[in-house]
T-cell receptor
């Protein structure tokens, strides 16, 4: 069974601070997605990374896929209250239709 | 825009009732999934379907069944609801992967969820 562990589990920070969320596994993934879920809603796709070492930016969010494609990180610069939510990573293996979801990081940004 | 809709946002049922949760997607996706989400346990896959009338068990299929008679619709059935099935149920869809590394492969699009309470 493939496992994706995220850290930290919970994070409460002040508006304007920077933060990094980690997604780690002992398995190699073909691609990795990051989702954000707001309370009472379904997860929404943020980004997909495919190549080892790949870095993608989405405004103040920077996503990196590890060189060995076993881990990923999400860095948020100058966090805002609108960034509050549950962040989920999900790893995909080539040829399989389903993905493995991480344990999630709950972020609260205090104004 | 991909749209995945679920029949109810909130549902309250009694123990022993048969419960139907419906999910519809409008993107012509081959794959559809049912998850449940519980605090501390994350997203757990119940069942998924990769084609009409095809289904595969996920990690926690016990107590559930599914039906996919049309490509756009995937139903989750709780044969006899129990209190431990109180949860948030999420439906998702994705395009079928073909061993390709296209970025769009594996990306899942979720519905808004159904908060089910079994009393």
């Amino acid at each position: 069974t493939q496992l994706l562990e995220q850290s930290p589990q919970f994070l409460s920070i002040q508006e304007g601070e920077n933060l990094t969320v980690y997604c780690n596994s002992s398995s190699v993934f073909s691609s990795l997605q990051w989702y954000r879920q707001e309370p009472g809603e379904g997860p929404v796709l943020l980004v997909t990374v495919v190549t080892g070492g790949e870095v993608k930016k989405l405004k103040r969010l920077t996503f990196q896929f590890g060189d060995a494609r076993k881990d990923s990180s999400l860095h948020i610069t100058a966090a805002q209250p609108g960034d509050t939510g549950l962040y989920l990573c999900a790893g995909a293996t080539r040829g399989y239709q389903k993905v493995t979801f991480g344990t999630g990081t709950k972020l609260q940004v205090i104004p | 825009d991909v749209k995945v809709t679920q029949s109810s946002r909130y549902l309250v049922k009694r123990t022993g009732e048969k419960v139907f949760l419906e999910c519809v997607q409008d993107m012509d996706h081959e794959n559809m999934f049912w998850y449940r989400q519980d605090p501390g346990l994350g997203l757990r896959l119940i069942y998924f379907s990769y084609d009409v009338k095809m289904k595969e068990k996920g990690d926690i299929p016990e107590g559930y069944s599914v039906s996919r008679e049309k490509k756009e619709r995937f139903s989750l059935i709780l044969e006899s609801a129990s209190t431990n099935q109180t949860s948030m149920y999420l439906c998702a869809s994705s395009t079928r992967t073909s061993g390709s590394l296209l970025r769009s492969s594996y990306e899942q699009y979720f519905g808004p969820g159904t908060r089910l309470t079994v009393t």
